[in-house]
């Protein structure tokens, strides 16, 4: 009766073990995952900014964009 109990327990502990590492493959994946994204959207944010720094200055600080009225 004990061995059989004593396997039984056994075996509840291996299969939480598996599920823990699945889990923890899982969060890995997920974790990569969102690195990726956040790359690539610092890649588009880096090309947004030096497209906006190329632009010429359209706005009205700028004193040649100021109309003036006469």
Request: aromatic share 8%.
């Amino acid at each position: 009766m004990k061995d059989k109990c004593y396997k039984s327990n056994l075996q509840k502990d291996e299969s939480f073990g598996v599920d823990q590492i699945n889990s923890q493959i899982e969060n890995e994946i997920f974790l990569k995952k969102l690195k990726q994204q956040r790359d690539i959207l610092k890649f588009f944010l880096n090309m947004k900014e030096a497209q906006a720094s190329q632009k010429p200055d359209n706005s009205l600080d700028n004193p040649e964009n100021q109309v003036v009225h006469n």
